[in-house]
């Protein structure tokens, strides 16, 4: 029996009071000593200039590339093939002398990304998302940690989201049996401020439920994956329910937001929802602000590029580079996300549109939507690349690019995955050479044949 099993047998009370415990840790990951000092630095530095950021990034990024030649044994080894002199990268502009570095090559040898500084200290573990069939795990030393959640606090209080205030969360968490059937399905994180919804409870029945609660806690700020927060403003725009107490802040991450959810969302809630951009992996940050839909790249954070795909374009793919994670730092870090990158009339970075991830959902026969997936596959290690395709009588194929031939355990894992889901249609699996890109070079993570 699995952990989440596990879980999904205790009664309601106990979820929560798991969920609580997990979160208490989280606090103290996130909040414990020094994050106010950080936190302090990020504030001051919202109000210097673009120079004097780059100043500081390019600083930063100097003390980055000393440590990792000199603790770090894979970039040692590719300085020395490479024929690079580690003390001729001194800004962004000497970047382009690295190589461009992708996941199966962390895969192909994970330790030697380990500097030796960390060899024997207590580090975090995280995994990225799996929405290409590929998800990636990695450690991150815990004052990066704290300072991936500094520069997200500096976004929210930006547009005027007072720190610690209470929301409600629309996120991927499996925090409700796929089997239950009645509210409710949402578990508290108060030590971290939150009442996580689940994602997997999202049918049209169910949507009330979802209304009831948030009004009853009279939340004035949501946070979620577009595809998740749809959901409820749909629900509201079709019944005409609106909060007693409207909602001041919505703001959203880890997806594309698209035209008809945003639309939704505006009638529905009444603000304007708000984005941000980032990487689990901690190798690029930008986030809109409160008046204007561009996003405006942390250059404190962060060394953020935007590599073009042809020599007349500013659009491209972003490449990052982390600042703060000296425990498995990442150099040209290829996030596989498009953007378009320009200068403010202030002379500071900004993404003018990202080109990330579009969620798409599977249906099943009694009317409920799964989206967001992309745990499916996190844990699996000999899928390079993955996808979920739906046929029209409901049945699943999984598409998979795998790296070995003895893959039992990754399809006991995604298999696992998807039926704790709920999805409780056949699901096969179709081994491929490569998995067709649409015609911007993306991978969609599910087709679904299901009207």
Excluded at 54 to 73: F, G
Excluded at 230 to 253: C, D, E, I, N, Q
């Amino acid at each position: 029996m699995s952990v989440t099993e596990f879980y999904f047998k205790l009664p309601i009370v106990a979820q929560n009071a798991a969920t609580c415990v997990a979160s208490a840790k989280n606090r103290w990951e996130r909040y414990g000593r020094p994050f106010g000092q950080i936190l302090d630095g990020y504030r001051e530095r919202a109000r210097w200039s673009a120079d004097r950021l780059a100043e500081y990034r390019d600083a930063r990024l100097r003390n980055m590339i000393d440590h990792c030649y000199r603790t770090v044994p894979y970039y040692k080894r590719m300085f020395h093939e490479g024929g690079v002199n580690p003390d001729s990268i001194k800004s962004i502009d000497d970047l382009s002398r690295l190589p461009v570095l992708t996941k199966d090559e962390v895969r192909a040898c994970p330790d030697d990304f380990i500097s030796s500084d960390f060899a024997n200290c207590r580090l975090i573990h995280r995994h990225t998302s799996g929405t290409t069939g590929s998800s990636f795990q990695f450690v991150m030393d815990r004052r990066a940690f704290m300072e991936q959640w500094a520069v997200v606090w500096r976004y929210w209080e930006g547009l005027g989201i007072e720190f610690d205030t209470p929301h409600a969360m629309f996120g991927t968490r499996r925090i409700a049996s796929p089997g239950q059937r009645k509210p409710p399905f949402w578990r508290s994180k108060a030590p971290v401020r939150e009442w996580y919804f689940s994602a997997f409870h999202e049918s049209d029945e169910n949507m009330g439920a979802y209304f009831d609660e948030i009004e009853r806690r009279r939340f004035t700020w949501l946070h979620g994956y577009p595809s998740l927060v749809t959901p409820l403003a749909a629900y509201m725009v079709r019944t005409g329910k609106r909060f007693t107490r409207p909602l001041s802040h919505v703001t959203l991450a880890a997806e594309n937001l698209l035209p008809h959810q945003r639309a939704l969302m505006v009638e529905a809630f009444g603000v304007e929802p708000r984005m941000h951009y980032a990487s689990s992996e901690g190798v690029a940050n930008a986030s809109q602000s409160s008046s204007g839909d561009v996003y405006r790249i942390d250059e404190d954070y962060a060394v953020t590029e935007v590599v073009a795909l042809d020599s007349c374009s500013t659009d491209g793919e972003i490449v990052g580079t982390s600042l703060t994670n000296y425990a498995m730092p990442l150099l040209r870090w290829r996030l596989r996300d498009g953007a378009a990158l320009s200068v403010d009339s202030e002379g500071y970075r900004v993404f003018t549109s990202v080109d990330g991830r579009t969620e798409d959902y599977l249906r099943l026969p009694s009317g409920l939507k799964l989206g967001k997936l992309d745990h499916v596959f996190k844990d699996t290690r000999h899928f390079r690349e993955a996808q979920i395709r739906q046929k029209a009588d409901y049945s699943i194929e999984l598409w998979v690019v795998s790296t070995q031939d003895d893959t039992a355990s990754d399809e006991a894992i995604a298999l696992r995955e998807l039926r704790e889901s709920g999805c409780d249609v056949p699901v096969c699996f179709r081994y491929v050479d490569s998995i067709p890109k649409t015609k911007a070079g993306k991978l969609r993570f599910v087709i679904s044949e299901v009207g």
